[in-house]
Structure formats: structure tokens, C-alpha cells
């Protein structure tokens, strides 16, 4: 599995999100964060910064540059 898709999972889960709550507050579907949980698919940039903020995470941490 990517190293995106665990990290989103892993950062969702500290947070105590559900799917469908972090689905609710970036108006997307619950299947499009399954599907970024599992590898499916990815998010586009814009997606991805609304992410980070959300998470107060940085991009490279999401996508596995950085630790």
C-alpha cells in the first residue's frame, strides 16, 4: 500500500475522524476517502492541501517524503 493512503488513514484515526465525517468536511463522497484509504485513488492537489490543513499535517508527510 502507498505510504499516502496509510498516512491519511493513520492521521483520520488520531483525529477521531470517521470516513464520513472527514467526507462531510472536505464535500466529497465516504467512497472517495475509502478510496484513498485502500489505494484506489488519489487526491488531486487541491483536495490534498484541504487535507493538510485540516489535519495541520504537511504534504510531504502525507505522501511519505518526510516523517
Known amino acids: 500500500m502507498n505510504k499516502f493512503a496509510i498516512r491519511l488513514k493513520e492521521v483520520r484515526i488520531e483525529k477521531s475522524y ?5 467526507a462531510e468536511r472536505l464535500n466529497v463522497d465516504q467512497r472517495t476517502i475509502s ?26 508527510y502525507l505522501l511519505g ?3
Not at 18 to 22: I, N, R, T, V
Request: aromatic share 8%.
Open 65 to 67: 517524503l518526510t516523517d
Open 18 to 22: 470517521s470516513q464520513s465525517k472527514l
Open 35 to 60: 478510496n484513498w484509504e485502500k489505494a484506489v485513488r488519489e487526491p488531486d492537489f487541491d483536495m490534498l492541501i484541504k487535507i493538510t490543513q485540516l489535519f495541520d499535517v504537511s504534504a510531504d
